[in-house]
């Protein structure tokens, strides 16, 4: 069986300083690990993944995320925030990339931007 | 198509009546996902097919819900006498090795 955690419902930053939103995972095998962002009324875009190669992981505007396995941790960072990375974040785990592997989320982190 | 296309973006309906919920997949993907949103919470799994068949379909909530896919393509989610309970967001996902891509679903309001 495969969960997730996402510490902090709600995170709050000033522009142009660090994020970072924590997940922890539990899984029985290797895990594929994804982060995903969600704006008002839109659907998930995907930030980053990990698929058992490099522990450090680059994604899109500028985040990024390294796996840990001795700490089952999966956190994304971004070095400066920005006004437009205010939306709701989500850690999701999966037994494998391929086509019959269902992902499991964490419930969400909202990120809020404030000047 | 480029992405995944869900219909409609928002349906209101009555209780107790039916509702169907559709998805058009990225071309060539085989593997079809529905997850639900509801408010504060996360995203909930619902089914999942492997072209035609649904391998996995522990995440429905009760015999009220059931899902179809055709010709490995379509897929319309159904829910029968709908309570207000029901009401959240409905994604529908598909995917190839490497990538889930997800559509920007249907929110559905029951009253």
């Known amino acids: 069986a495969q969960s997730v955690t996402q510490l902090g419902s709600h995170v709050s930053v000033s522009e142009g300083a660090l994020v970072l939103l924590r997940c922890n995972y539990s899984s029985s095998v290797p895990p594929y690990l994804f982060w995903y962002v969600q704006y008002p009324n839109q659907g998930l875009q995907l930030l980053l993944k990990y698929t058992s190669a490099a522990t450090l992981v680059k994604g899109i505007n500028g985040f990024e995320a390294e796996f840990k396995k001795s700490e089952t941790s999966f956190h994304l960072t971004k070095p400066s925030a920005h006004m437009s990375d205010a939306a709701e974040y989500f850690c999701?785990?999966?037994?494998?990339?391929?086509?019959?592997?269902?992902?499991?989320f964490g419930t969400g982190t909202r990120l809020q931007v404030t000047l | 198509g480029a992405g995944v296309s869900q219909s409609p973006s928002n349906k209101v309906t009555e209780k107790g009546k039916d509702v169907e919920l559709r998805c058009d997949p990225i071309s060539g993907h085989t593997a079809l996902y529905w997850y639900r949103q509801s408010l504060g919470q996360g995203l909930e799994f619902l089914i999942y097919f492997q072209g035609n068949s649904a391998p996995d379909k522990s995440g429905l909530p009760s015999d009220r819900f059931s899902a179809e896919r055709t010709g490995g393509s379509v897929s319309t989610l159904t829910i029968q006498r709908t309570q207000q309970e029901d009401s959240a967001v409905y994604l529908c996902?598909?995917?190839?090795?490497?990538?889930?891509?997800f559509g920007s679903g249907t929110r559905l309001t029951v009253v």
């Open positions: 996902a598909s995917s190839s090795w490497g990538g889930y891509t």
């Open positions: 999701a785990v999966s037994e494998g990339t391929g086509t019959a592997s269902k992902l499991t």
